[in-house]
């Protein structure tokens, strides 16, 4: 099975920052790849998909970029209400996998 | 309103099954295939299955293949997770979700415990 390496697995940063996440598969992908975000005690919720489509509704701030094995995150200037776990989701075969996880924190 | 509502968790001895539902509403439910998504206290998300839209593909994580059993009723607007030969380590908050669109369940805590 193709697995997903997510790094870091947390962080710290100031409102305003950018804020990277990156998410390597061990085999290629394509552009097979969702972000999801969530909030403690809340629901996942999927920002991007196909490595780089954003959903509706979701913070143009939030931005996805990468193909084949190397993917990233990118929030262009962090925001209170962006402190969360952030995943990634590979889905070009069964069965699917997360990656571990990014805890980002505001300082 | 779009929902998920899902019943069946609780708390089950190892080696005993039990039976999630998720009761959809709102959106065309039989055009959607459908994930169950788990996550163990403390921890990340892990995917565990998923069913198409007419149920004739299953899909299993190789945690819990030979053990659970996903199903639909299109009819009744339902996805099911079958769980058997329970273990302590798929103590977990379980999600039902759409494979677009991104819908979500509650989600519902099953402890595997004696």
């Known amino acids: 099975d193709i697995q997903m390496t997510q790094s870091p697995s947390a962080m710290s940063a100031s409102v305003g920052d950018r804020v990277t996440i990156t998410c390597r598969a061990s085999q290629g992908i394509s552009n097979y790849l969702a972000w999801f975000q969530q909030k403690p005690g809340k629901v996942p919720k999927r920002l991007i998909n196909?490595?780089?489509t954003l959903q509706n509704g979701v913070p143009s701030r939030f931005s996805g970029s990468g193909s084949g094995t190397e993917f990233t995150l990118t929030i262009s200037s962090l925001q209170p209400e962006d402190s969360a776990t952030y995943y990634c989701l590979r889905y070009n075969t069964y069965p699917l996998s997360f990656g571990g996880g990014t805890k980002v924190e505001i300082k | 309103q779009v929902q998920l509502v899902q019943s069946g968790g609780g708390v089950v001895q190892p080696g005993r099954s039990l039976r999630l539902s998720c009761a959809a509403s709102?959106?065309?439910?039989?055009?959607?295939?459908m994930h169950w998504v788990r996550q163990a206290p403390g921890k990340g998300l892990e995917w565990v299955a998923l069913i198409s839209f007419n149920g004739g593909n299953e899909y299993y994580a190789d945690s819990v293949k030979g053990r659970f059993a996903i199903s639909r009723d299109n009819p009744k607007n339902t996805v099911f997770l079958q769980m058997n030969s329970l273990r302590a380590e798929d103590t977990a908050v379980y999600y039902c979700?759409?494979?677009?669109?991104?819908?979500w369940g509650q989600g519902t805590l099953v402890t595997v415990s004696s």
């Open positions: 979700s759409t494979d677009r669109d991104d819908y």
């Open positions: 709102g959106f065309a439910f039989s055009t959607y295939a």
């Open positions: 196909g490595a780089s």
